[in-house]
């Protein structure tokens, strides 16, 4: 089955800094990856999504930005941080079950970002 | 696209009660539907599935229940444990591969 790694658990910066958050995928070939942010007691957001190498596609205008180099590799990025991008990001990806969909979702572990 | 409903947003029982989570979707050509528990701290996992072909699905304690008339589905725990309490998301697909998520319930089991 799939594992998904992403790094780091937390991660304190302070605003205007810049950020790599970084997820990759064990397991499967030819993933749908996915970024989500989900605020303190709240639901999942969709950041970015991609189905190939170099595809991404944005879900919400913001000040973040998302890149796949590889075909298992996923990053998160920001030039200048702002306090709204404090959050926990999660990184997922889509795995094929037996009638070839692509709907059920394996999450990372996630990281606590916090923007001071 | 598909818009998922998801209640109650907080759940609070005792030890040994059963719990019940309910979803409504909007999008007819969902046709799988997932139920992630995610603990604090930690990323959701998956912990049953339906697909719309059937109409309930049981993994020991947990159960899911479809009405797809209705356009509903709920998540059913018996006998809960302290270790049940968690936020559950539901998800409905719509006519996509990308999964609209309910806002989540956070459940409380009281020893």
């Known amino acids: 089955s799939q594992t998904i790694h992403q790094w780091p658990a937390t991660l304190v910066q302070p605003v205007g800094s810049p950020l790599s958050l970084e997820c990759t995928v064990e397991?499967?070939?030819?993933?749908?990856l996915y970024w989500y942010r989900q605020a303190a007691g709240r639901g999942l957001q969709l950041l970015f999504y991609?189905?190939?190498?170099?595809?991404i596609s944005s879900e919400v205008p913001q000040n973040l930005s998302a890149s796949r180099p590889q075909d298992r590799q996923f990053i998160l990025s920001s030039k200048k941080l702002l306090l709204s991008d404090s959050g926990f990001y999660l990184c997922?990806?889509?795995?094929?079950?037996?009638?070839?969909?692509?709907?059920?979702?394996?999450f990372g572990s996630g990281t606590q970002l916090s923007v001071l | 696209g598909e818009n998922v409903e998801q209640h109650p947003s907080t759940l609070s029982v005792q030890e040994g009660d059963s719990a019940v989570i309910k979803c409504t979707y909007s999008d007819s050509a969902s046709n799988y539907f997932p139920w992630y528990k995610q603990e604090l701290g930690k990323g959701p996992q998956l912990i049953i599935d339906i697909r719309s072909n059937v109409g309930e699905k049981k993994d020991q304690r947990i159960a899911v229940t479809l009405n797809k008339t209705a356009k509903h589905f709920s998540l059913h725990i018996t006998e809960t444990q302290p270790e049940d309490s968690a936020v559950y998301f539901c998800a409905a697909p719509g006519g996509s591969y990308i999964p609209t998520f309910g806002r989540g319930t956070s459940l409380i089991v009281h020893p």
């Open positions: 997922a990806c889509s795995a094929g079950d037996l009638l070839g969909t692509n709907e059920k979702l394996f």
């Open positions: 991609s189905v190939g190498i170099g595809q």
């Open positions: 397991g499967t070939s030819n993933p749908n």
